[in-house]
């Protein structure tokens, strides 16, 4: 069993939304232990959200936030994490009830018996300030097996060459919302970090077949309110690969290590002692998609 904790970013997309049920049904089917949950931006209901979710799937999990200085978000895309906590909770969890998240992490992590994988699919900030807190960079040494980050967009990635519009992504949302949090995190962390890129999931389509579910399906709900039906797959895609590995599903570069430029921009040079790399899908999008959407039935 694997330990996990996610750090989400839930209210700037639903896909998050999606991560996290993935979390809770590999979680439901013995194969990942959730030790912990945060929150990694400023959005009012992105907490309650995820309490909301959580409780969907039978579980009581304490929330750690980030409570920092604003990122350079969308924050007008909070607002299908609200529609979902009010639609599915008569007293949404408050952001003022939780923990901030370097401290929960610590406390988190103290408790741990053994490792734990840190799934960041939002911003860097919140591992950042554990990181860079007093002990935080032994913690990560003694508890935090792998990082997984979804984010970055890695130009020399064979797969960049389907795309027309490439370069008008310099930058990866989740990279560049909050820029020197990325940089400083990437550039010091001293434990592997596998990267899930905004190519992994781009064309990897899923859980439109769920929006149906909605008024009972609050990550339904989610992906009805914000898309209508299916999502690109980032997140799910940096979870399933977190608990469950290469498998049939992907490949894995060569190691390396990844320089986050001052314009936001992913540059990775192959090293044989670099702790970073990079994944690819190795089953088609079509059989991603449909392996993924058997997880919500």
């Not at 030790?35 to 990694?40: A, P, T």
């Not at 604003?70 to 979902?84: I, N, T």
């Not at 018996?113 to 840190?118: A, Q």
């Not at 940089?183 to 592997?192: Q, S």
């Amino acid at each position: 069993m694997i330990n996990i904790i996610l750090d989400t970013d839930i209210g700037s997309d639903c896909d998050d939304a999606g991560a996290l049920g993935l979390l809770h049904s590999l979680a439901y089917s013995g194969e990942a232990c959730i030790v912990g949950i945060l929150h990694s931006n400023l959005f009012e209901y992105g907490p309650a959200a995820i309490d909301v979710i959580n409780k969907y799937y039978g579980r009581q999990t304490e929330i750690g936030i980030y409570k920092g200085v604003p990122h350079s978000d969308r924050v007008l895309e909070d607002k299908f994490a609200e529609e979902v906590s009010k639609k599915f909770s008569l007293e949404p969890l408050k952001r003022s009830d939780c923990e901030e998240a370097a401290a929960y992490l610590k406390r988190k992590l103290g408790a741990l018996d053994g490792k734990c994988k840190l799934v960041c699919i939002g911003q860097l900030s919140n591992a950042r300030n554990l990181l860079f807190s007093e002990g935080g960079a032994g913690l990560f040494v003694d508890k935090i097996e792998e990082v997984v980050i979804m984010g970055g967009l890695f130009r020399d990635n064979p797969d960049c060459g389907k795309y027309n519009d490439i370069d008008y992504w310099l930058c990866e949302h989740n990279i560049c919302s909050a820029l020197k949090d990325s940089r400083e995190f990437i550039h010091n962390c001293p434990v592997k970090i596998t990267f899930c890129d905004f190519i992994l999931g781009r064309d990897v389509k899923t859980l439109g077949h769920i929006t149906n579910q909605s008024e009972e399906n609050p990550v339904a709900y989610c992906y009805n309110v914000y898309a209508g039906g299916s999502r690109e797959s980032w997140d799910l895609l940096a979870v399933l690969y977190a608990v469950r590995g290469l498998g049939k599903t992907f490949n894995e570069s060569e190691k390396g290590t990844v320089n986050v430029t001052p314009k936001g921009e992913t540059v990775f040079k192959s090293e044989p002692q670099g702790l970073h790399s990079y994944l690819r899908l190795k089953l088609s999008e079509r059989e991603t998609e449909n392996f993924i959407n058997n997880f919500f039935k």
